[in-house]
């Protein structure tokens, strides 16, 4: 069986809530709802036990598992709804309703993007469950956990991804991050930040292209 591992997920969460902040619907917690993506992108695992997410919720990891099995209702359409909703709920009851949608959102983007990353897997995804049809992308299965394919087709992809989106959205307009509270970071410790994240975007893609120049 081969899986990602939990770096790779968590990256690719975070980046699907990037993604997803391009259309707006994250608002102006878009940075630190790229977080809770990337928290969203470990979350199907719970179902097994020797997972990052399983350690450290040992008791209810092995309830999933026992319920469930791995790779079964957590790795499924209707989880990520289930997830969303209750995400949205605990939100507006203690965040308020302008935190309430769009941290469901970004949970749900990256709980999402762990789906589709189990889809590059021979072992395949129930994705519609309880339906027992699984699906995954026709591609071989040529992936296998921190093999040097995933850290640098997978992950150095979507580290790519995220610098990219992350830049294009400071750079789209004023920088104002805002977390949940009130609490904003923008002004002349703003543009520095800004500065500083253009210098880094250019010295990993001129690493990227070195790295490339010596396949």
Known sequence: MILMTARTHALGGFTAALLLAKTGCLGPYWLSLAA??????????????????????????????MAFGHRGATHSLLAVFLFYAAARLTALRFLGGSVAG????????GYLSHLLLDMLNPQAVPLFWPWKARARFPLPPIIPTGGLLETVAVRGGLY???????YAQVAGGAFNFALP?????????GEALVRGWRRFVADLLDVVRCFLGQL
């Open 36 to 65: 809770v993506g990337a928290l969203g992108g470990l979350l199907p695992d719970v179902d097994h036990p020797g997972s990052y997410v399983g350690r450290r919720v040992p008791i209810v990891s092995d309830a999933v598992e």
């Open 102 to 109: 769009p941290l469901a959102l970004a949970l749900a983007a």
């Open 160 to 166: 790519a991804a995220a610098a990219y989106l992350g």
């Open 181 to 189: 509270g009130g609490v904003h970071l923008g002004g002349p410790l």
